[in-house]
């Protein structure tokens, strides 16, 4: 099972965290790697190489992180160049999270579990039009 780690500016890994353990509970092979913004990016590199190694388990490591070049993105990506068995998913909301911890135990194969991870946060991505269309204007509870 790969592990997985949730990297952003700011409170978002933290927030992301904290949805994940309201919502499925504390996951196994889970790690929360905050990227303040008075940190330097080899700390942040330091800090996510750290959490790699306390969540691979052998079969690697789905970084997630908050935005396309970004520092977590840009720091997680030289760390997975480098190893095989390890992922990088940017743009990371709670539905690619909560999809990768599930997931990841029902499919082995890396690039499948990739796919199907970025799948359901592209889908989680709408509007309430979109929503209302889909319904042909009903409304109802979780719309």
């Known amino acids: 099972m790969k592990g997985i780690i949730i990297s952003g500016h700011g409170q978002f890994a933290q927030g992301l965290g904290s ?79 909560s999809a990768a911890i599930l997931l990841r135990e029902e499919i082995s194969e890396a690039s499948v579990l990739t796919d199907e991870i970025l799948l359901a946060g592209k889908e989680a991505i709408t509007s309430l039009a979109i929503k209302l269309n889909a319904n042909n204007g009903a409304t109802a509870d979780g719309i």
């Open 19 to 97: 949805m994940i353990e309201g919502i499925i509970g504390q996951p196994r092979q889970l790690a929360i790697v905050p990227f303040s913004f008075d940190s330097s990016a080899a700390e942040l590199s330091s800090a996510l190489k750290s959490a790699a190694s306390a969540v691979d388990q052998g079969d690697g490591v789905i970084f997630l992180t908050d935005i396309p070049g970004g520092t977590p993105f840009n720091q997680s990506s030289e760390i997975a160049i480098n190893n095989p068995l390890y992922e990088v998913l940017t743009g990371a909301n709670f539905t690619m999270v």
